[in-house]
């Protein structure tokens, strides 16, 4: 982290986030909070993915017809 207490991405929030539940907690599981963190940004990177892969495809569809090709 830096600038004290502002966290620089989604991880450090998660982070951040994980370690306060887990000080209140009399058995805390670092293993589901990790697993958790790992689905989450693969979720990300995946939704971005195909939302990337969307939009090349209706551009492409749009553009199908136009005989200027750009590149």
Aim: aromatic residues 6%; negative net charge; glycine residues 8%.
């Amino acid at each position: 982290m830096t600038d004290g207490n502002i966290p620089r991405d989604f991880i450090d929030a998660y982070v951040d986030e994980a370690k306060q539940q887990s000080a209140g907690s009399k058995n805390p599981s670092t293993t589901s909070t990790y697993n958790q963190l790992i689905a989450s940004v693969q979720d990300l990177i995946t939704g971005g993915s195909e939302t990337t892969a969307n939009s090349i495809g209706q551009t492409a569809r749009v553009h199908k017809d136009n005989s200027v090709i750009f590149i």
